[in-house]
């Protein structure tokens, strides 16, 4: 998404908006970036974590990281040369975050509806979920996610020399993970009324119910953290308005180890086990 764009015609932005957006975005930075690297090692490190869907979330978090370690730091910089030096972005820049920030949010949306078919076939059929991760849908999956949007990326750059087909087929992804995670979840809360009455099915179900409901809950801040950014982009609209969107399109990249944290015991308990050997406590 074209945040860095947003400019005035002077190249400036004022202090009033230039100082706040540089602090939210420095704290996003950073805990997004530690959020995000605490997730992959947690999956990493801890046996318990160590399962075909977790691989998932590993992926997802490595997403997030190219948002916060490379994107975040690209748009501190265009807000700070705007701010104090009234400096536009030279166009390589610009490309590269251009890109970059797509290829994030295309990548991460992706997983959303990857994971949640994931978790359709953890609740409906759970007998055979671990074999149909581990005999391809793992690997189909997380090819299917990185490989749409960078081959996106690479056309956009070849066959388009403006942003409007990236923006097109950016939001392209973007209904299409919607609707499938829309699909999936449905078809979840469809299987979970049919067991109601099967008790002690539906108690096998428990833990996957919750982790559905985890990542529904992470699906639906993606999506409000990002439609107020794809429609001002739209509206045209290039103004400091849009780096307070862009501002909250890329804080969800931190968001995610936040949730995990608070909603999945296991996620917390490695969380906290990496800091203490960290910290040596």
Same mark, same amino acid.
């Given at each position: 998404?074209?945040?860095?764009?947003?400019?005035?015609?002077?190249?400036?932005?004022?202090?009033?908006?230039?100082?706040?957006?540089?602090?939210?975005?420095?704290?996003?930075?950073? +805990?997004?970036?530690?959020?995000?690297?605490?997730?992959?090692?947690?999956?990493?490190?801890?046996?318990?974590?160590?399962?075909?869907?977790?691989?998932?979330?590993?992926?997802?978090?490595?997403?997030?990281?190219?948002?916060?370690?490379?994107? #975040?730091?690209?748009?501190?910089?265009? $807000?700070?040369?705007?701010?104090?030096?009234?400096?536009?972005?030279?166009?390589? #820049?610009?490309?590269?975050?251009?890109?970059?920030?797509?290829?994030?949010?295309?990548?991460?949306?992706?997983?959303?509806?990857?994971?949640?078919?994931?978790?359709?076939?953890?609740?409906?059929?759970? +007998?055979?979920?671990?074999?149909?991760? #581990?005999?391809?849908?793992?690997? $189909?999956?997380?090819?299917?996610?990185?490989?749409?949007?960078?081959?996106?990326?690479?056309?956009?750059? %070849?066959?388009?020399?403006?942003?409007?087909?990236?923006?097109?087929?950016?939001?392209?992804?973007?209904?299409?993970?919607?609707?499938?995670?829309?699909?999936?979840?449905?078809?979840?809360?469809?299987?979970?009324?049919?067991?109601?009455?099967?008790?002690?099915?539906?108690?096998?179900?428990?833990?996957?119910?919750?982790?559905?409901?985890?990542?529904? %809950?992470?699906?639906?801040?993606? %999506?409000?953290?990002?439609?107020?950014?794809?429609?001002?982009?739209?509206? &045209?609209?290039?103004?400091?308005?849009?780096?307070?969107?862009?501002?909250?399109?890329?804080?969800?990249?931190?968001?995610?180890?936040?949730?995990?944290?608070?909603?999945? &015991?296991?996620?917390?308990?490695?969380?906290?086990?990496?800091?203490?050997?960290?910290?040596?406590?």
């Amino acid at each position: 998404m074209n945040v860095s764009s947003a400019n005035t015609n002077s190249c400036s932005l004022p202090m009033a908006h230039g100082i706040p957006l540089i602090t939210v975005n420095a704290i996003v930075c950073v +805990l997004g970036s530690l959020g995000n690297v605490l997730v992959c090692l947690a999956i990493a490190t801890n046996s318990r974590l160590r399962r075909a869907s977790n691989y998932l979330l590993f992926s997802l978090a490595i997403a997030d990281l190219i948002m916060t370690l490379i994107c #975040e730091p690209i748009l501190l910089k265009f $807000i700070s040369q705007l701010t104090f030096f009234h400096k536009c972005r030279t166009s390589t #820049e610009g490309l590269v975050y251009d890109v970059l920030t797509s290829l994030s949010c295309q990548t991460s949306f992706l997983h959303l509806a990857s994971i949640s078919i994931d978790r359709f076939v953890a609740v409906a059929f759970p +007998l055979r979920h671990k074999i149909f991760m #581990e005999k391809g849908g793992l690997k $189909i999956m997380l090819i299917a996610s990185w490989s749409l949007p960078i081959l996106n990326s690479v056309l956009c750059n %070849i066959i388009s020399t403006g942003s409007t087909y990236l923006y097109f087929v950016g939001v392209g992804i973007f209904s299409f993970s919607g609707l499938s995670i829309f699909f999936f979840h449905f078809l979840i809360v469809v299987v979970l009324l049919y067991y109601r009455k099967k008790t002690k099915q539906l108690r096998a179900r428990t833990v996957s119910v919750r982790v559905t409901c985890t990542l529904a %809950i992470a699906t639906g801040v993606f %999506i409000v953290c990002w439609v107020p950014l794809i429609t001002v982009t739209f509206a &045209g609209r290039r103004s400091f308005l849009h780096f307070w969107m862009g501002t909250l399109a890329m804080s969800n990249s931190a968001m995610n180890f936040v949730i995990y944290s608070a909603r999945m &015991g296991d996620f917390k308990d490695a969380y906290v086990g990496i800091l203490r050997k960290m910290f040596c406590l």
